[in-house]
Nanobody
């Protein structure tokens, strides 16, 4: 079993920054891909960043590209999401997710392990 715990959410003004962290435990993460998703009220959960565990290849949708950066610390089984130039439309619950196999996928259904989520609120 894999456990994921997010931290770092909060309230920030537009243009500000936040850094989310996801601590993983339970199994070795040497072959896991990690993703950060978000879900705003009334909207579907969407992928905002992903990283292959071994190669470090990353993915960002256009909506956050250039503003968000995903990184990982293999030794500490931790993944971070640095969010800069935040906008009110970034307001959502942010979730960390993991999948075995090392390669990220875009779909929610491809990630069997999820954290509890952390709220990010960006005020205008």
């Amino acid at each position: 079993q894999v456990q994921l715990v997010e931290s770092g959410g909060g309230l920030v003004q537009a243009g500000g920054s936040l850094r989310l962290s996801c601590a993983a435990s339970g199994r070795t993460f040497s072959s896991y891909a990690m993703g950060w998703f978000r879900q705003a009220p009334g909207k579907e959960r969407e992928l905002v960043a992903a990283i292959n565990w071994s190669s470090g290849i990353t993915y960002y949708p256009d909506s956050v590209k250039g503003r968000f950066t995903i990184s990982r610390d293999n030794a500490k089984n931790t993944v971070h999401l640095q969010m800069n130039s935040l906008k009110p439309e970034d307001t959502a619950v942010y979730y960390c997710a993991a999948r075995a196999g090392g390669i990220y996928y875009y779909s929610v259904s491809q990630y069997p392990y999820w954290g509890q989520g952390t709220q990010v609120t960006v005020s205008s």
